[in-house]
């Protein structure tokens, strides 16, 4: 069985460029989380998805940020228009169902910002 | 102040050597604690996941959890040259799908 995959594994833009990361959950894994880690920090929650629904939003940092996941499958996330401070690896994660607990995490996306 | 204070270390130790890593929190609204390994330039991998406070052991490795203290620890026994990784202790307030809360992570080197 197919992990977590993510696209690209790393990304390179200008300040005020746009950017897109797609994660491509479990198959049949209806939770998907995208998590952050900024450079010395850590790994923060942005937001999760039930199949296609936001179920929770509360860590997206600002309205820059635009997660959708179309038909309960894959996600996007699109940082648009780009600031330093958005450099970080992205994480994606999925989960089968409510209530199971365990994570699986992609390979993260490495996005840096000049 | 973070919800979650781990030592990002680095922590070096020789093989076969008796590893402890902990974790403070402060939110008392935790009620689940993992541990996840994670080796370089990939994603976090669930090792150790326990409820509330006690013990939990899998093979070479220990979880305990002390809500009194909010104290959450992770002892590695007989370490080997593959247990090097970082290790982020994370939490959760409820079961089920449920947004994590990391901490900063501790990066182990264990020397052959």
């Known amino acids: 069985e197919a992990g977590v995959t993510q696209f690209p594994s790393h990304s390179v833009i200008e300040k005020g460029q746009t950017v897109t990361l797609r994660c491509d959950p479990i198959s049949g894994h209806d939770n998907l989380y995208w998590y952050r880690r900024v450079m010395g920090k850590e790994i923060k929650f942005l937001l999760h998805?039930?199949?296609?629904?936001?179920?929770?939003e509360s860590g997206m940092p600002n309205n820059r940020f635009l997660a959708e996941r179309t038909g309960g499958t894959y996600s996007t996330l699109k940082v648009q228009p780009a600031e330093l401070e958005d450099s970080g690896v992205y994480f994606c994660a999925s989960s089968p169902k409510w209530g199971d607990y365990e994570q699986y995490f992609g390979p993260g996306t490495r996005l840096t910002v000049t | 102040q973070k919800e979650v204070e781990q030592d990002p270390g680095p922590l070096s130790v020789p093989e076969g050597a008796i590893v402890s890593l902990n974790c403070t929190y402060s939110?008392?609204?935790?009620?689940?604690f993992m541990w996840y390994r994670q080796y370089s330039r990939k994603g976090p991998e669930l090792l150790m996941y326990t409820y509330s406070s006690g013990n939990k052991e899998d093979g070479r490795f220990t979880a305990q959890v002390d809500k009194s203290s909010k104290y959450i620890s992770l002892f590695i026994r007989d370490s080997q040259p593959s247990d090097s990784a970082t290790y982020l202790c994370a939490m959760s307030v409820r079961q089920g799908a449920q947004k994590l809360v990391f901490g900063q992570g501790t990066r182990l080197t264990i020397n052959p």
């Open positions: 939110n008392s609204a935790f009620q689940y």
């Open positions: 998805f039930v199949k296609e629904s936001k179920q929770d």
